[in-house]
């Protein structure tokens, strides 16, 4: 009776979202950082399907839906300037991207 | 049966979210983090969302990640590019007590709904009420998605342009 219920999928969204949300503060690297966000994103769907499958409605289907969409635009978005701030620094350390910061830059 | 198969692909997916965080070398990360997404295809799949499901594995695993790993392939990071973490394991432990509090607070929130599904037999999740919820009720915003995908697809060929000097 795990599976037929909706507290142990909102479990297991709410592990996978504080490691995403642990990965996007705790680790420096960029590409850990975009994965983790995904992997946020990824949580936050099954919930909405979880729920969606409680209410016996689509619409958290849909929900879901678009946040594959928007998912998909901001991977295209995030890698190239992912590409674009590895051609400039030739680092991935995300502490190095602080020309905007307002402590002096190093 | 069913448990068994939920107890396994949420270990799969917990897993595999763990070891994205955990490893060092972002070309392992990526692996688990396909490792964690198709589990979690899985899990749509026991919650009835077969569409989903197939838009899961097709659209994250087949390109998003894909996608990853080819641009991480494509920069050919060397050792000593990658950033140097040797606190790692401490802040991760620490933020992960700190994040103790704001799970308590919503799974408590949860814990009082009722649990159990209804178990209808209708053809739920399919992708014929799927089409045919998104076209009545959300015309307007798939509209708006393909607008954020034409913007996405122009913002990522500007960024990736070679500037000129």
Redesign the interface.
């Known amino acids: 009776?795990?599976?037929?219920?909706?507290?142990?999928?909102?479990?297991?969204a709410?592990?996978?979202l504080?490691?995403?949300?642990?990965?996007v503060?705790?680790?420096?690297?960029i590409?850990?950082i975009?994965?983790?966000i995904?992997?946020m994103l990824?949580a936050i769907?099954?919930i909405f399907?979880?729920l969606?499958?409680?209410h016996?409605s689509?619409?958290g289907?849909?929900m879901?839906?678009?946040v594959?969409?928007?998912?998909?635009?901001?991977?295209?978005?995030f890698?190239?300037?992912?590409?674009?701030l590895?051609r400039r620094k030739?680092?991935?350390?995300?502490?190095i991207f602080r020309s905007l910061s307002q402590k002096e830059s190093l | 049966m069913?448990?068994i198969?939920?107890?396994l692909l949420?270990s799969f997916?917990?897993g595999g979210?763990?070891g994205?965080?955990l490893f060092h070398q972002?070309v392992h990360?990526?692996l688990s983090?396909i490792l964690?997404?198709i589990a979690?295809s899985g899990?749509?799949a026991?919650?009835?969302?077969s569409?989903?499901f197939m838009?899961?594995i097709i659209?994250?695993a087949g390109?998003?990640i894909t996608?990853?790993i080819f641009?991480?392939m494509?920069?050919n990071?060397k050792e000593a590019?990658?950033?140097?973490?040797p606190h790692?394991n401490i802040?991760?432990f620490?933020?992960?007590l700190g994040?103790i509090p704001?799970?308590i607070l919503?799974?408590r929130a949860?814990?009082k709904?009722p649990?159990?599904?209804?178990e209808?037999n209708d053809n739920?999740?399919d992708i014929k009420?799927?089409g045919m919820?998104?076209f009545e009720?959300?015309l307007l915003?798939f509209e708006l998605?393909s607008i954020?995908?034409l913007?996405?697809?122009i913002?990522?060929?500007v960024?990736?342009r070679k500037e000129e000097a």
């Open positions: 009776m795990i599976a037929g219920s909706l507290f142990s999928y909102i479990v297991v709410m592990l996978l504080s490691i995403g949300l642990l990965g503060i705790s680790r420096k690297n590409f850990v975009y994965m983790s995904e992997l990824n769907n099954l399907i979880a969606g499958r409680h016996h689509m619409s289907h849909i879901a839906m678009m594959i969409a928007i998912a998909a635009a901001e991977a295209a978005v890698l190239s300037l992912i590409v674009v590895y030739k680092s991935l350390d995300s502490d | 069913m448990d198969l939920f107890l949420a997916a917990i979210a763990l994205m965080v972002p990360s990526a983090l964690c997404i979690l899990l749509f026991l919650l009835s969302a569409f989903l838009v899961q659209v994250y390109a998003i996608l990853l641009i991480i494509f920069l990071v590019n990658l950033p140097k973490e790692k802040t991760l620490l933020g992960s994040l704001l799970n919503i799974l949860f814990y709904l649990s159990s599904f209804v209808k739920f999740g009420p799927l919820e998104l009720h959300w915003p998605i954020l995908l913007v996405a697809l913002g990522a060929v960024f990736g």
